[in-house]
């Protein structure tokens, strides 16, 4: 299989898998995002890529979805058709809530760093 259309595969099952999993699971108080999707050439398996940000653990929403994996890959048969609808595995992927954590962190230096003295008047700053 070229290696594009590869890519479409997972792009389309991306969407799909994120799609029913927004709409048929509730996360209290955590957001659930399928990242990536990565399907091997034959289609036979399928490794999708969780974020987890929020209260839950992720391996709370990886054993969740887990245990959902039958229903999940039928409901995404229907809607993808392809020769093989792929064996899905959960994994998780922390880089939305390193994201949160790398926003939060700069957010915190911007108000703990001392503020620059104002320019007296008529005078700019030599770095512009």
Excluded: C, Y
Aim: proline residues 6%; without cysteine; glycine residues 6%.
């Amino acid at each position: 299989m070229a290696a594009h259309r590869l890519d479409k595969v997972n792009e389309l099952l991306k969407r799909e898998i994120g799609s029913f999993v927004q709409r048929e699971f509730e996360w209290p108080g955590t957001i659930v995002s399928i990242l990536d999707v990565e399907v091997t050439e034959d289609l036979k398996e399928g490794r999708v890529w969780v974020g987890v940000v929020g209260r839950m653990a992720p391996s709370q929403v990886l054993e969740k979805l887990s245990r959902q994996r039958g229903a999940i890959q039928h409901a995404v048969s229907r809607r993808v058709v392809l020769r093989h609808t792929p064996r899905l595995t959960f994994r998780h992927d922390d880089s939305a809530r390193r994201g949160v954590d790398m926003v939060n962190l700069l957010d915190d230096i911007e108000q703990n760093l001392p503020k620059a003295p104002p320019l007296p008047e008529g005078e700019t700053d030599p770095e512009i």
